[in-house]
């Protein structure tokens, strides 16, 4: 399983666009980079998947360079309502054991 | 879509008392998945069943903890002898076995040992 490395906290204000960069150096070929979020008390939410370029859908974008050792989440005009914490997941249909470290908890200000 | 469902949302043991959690996942979904949570970390995999098998557990998971998916659907988590380092958040996962199948999640049941 591909280990990732993100950051552990971002500020940001509202209306602004909050850019996540996740590191997946030893990704593999037939990995996937899955982002989630989790608000207090909640279990994780699938945000958006990718494989490679760039995947949008009415959340965020994912943008993965050519190489894919990185992936970037994009939140266009975070509200308060988008402070939560955000985990990039990496692995194929089969990895059930997926790690979803510390994630990153991102704090929107008004 | 219902969602995943978990029962109950909040327990509080006294420890050395057995507690058993329930999850009902998405009714097509044949993956299911326990993760546990604590404060500031990401939810740890422990146990992943596809249909009624139980196909891998994690080291996490010592002799006092078992589940069950009797007949693929709900399952069920308990844990004997419990400890005041049980505590955590207990969550449900399921999905299918599409190639781009992500987790889905119920809200998890917060243990508390005291």
Known sequence: LAKTTQPISMDSYEGQEVNITCSHNNIATNDYITWYQQFPSQGPRFIIQGYKTKVTNEVASLFIPADRKSSTLSLPRVSLSDTAVYYCLVGDSNDYKLSFGAGTTVTVRA | ?114
């Not at chain 2, 469902?5 to 044949?30: A, L, Y």
């Open chain 2, 1 to 114: 879509d219902t969602g995943v469902s978990q029962d109950p949302r909040h327990k509080i043991t006294k420890r050395g008392q057995n507690v058993t959690f329930r999850c009902d996942p998405i009714s097509e979904h044949n993956r299911l998945y326990w993760y546990r949570q604590t404060l500031g970390q990401g939810p740890e995999f422990l146990t992943y069943f596809q249909n009624e098998a139980q196909l891998e557990k994690s080291r996490l998971l010592s002799d006092r903890f078992s589940a069950e998916r009797p007949k693929g659907s709900f399952s069920t988590l308990e844990i004997q002898r419990t400890e005041q380092g049980d505590s955590a958040m207990y969550l449900c996962a399921s999905s299918s076995t599409g190639v781009l199948s992500p987790l889905h999640f119920g809200n998890g049941t917060r243990l508390t040992v005291t």
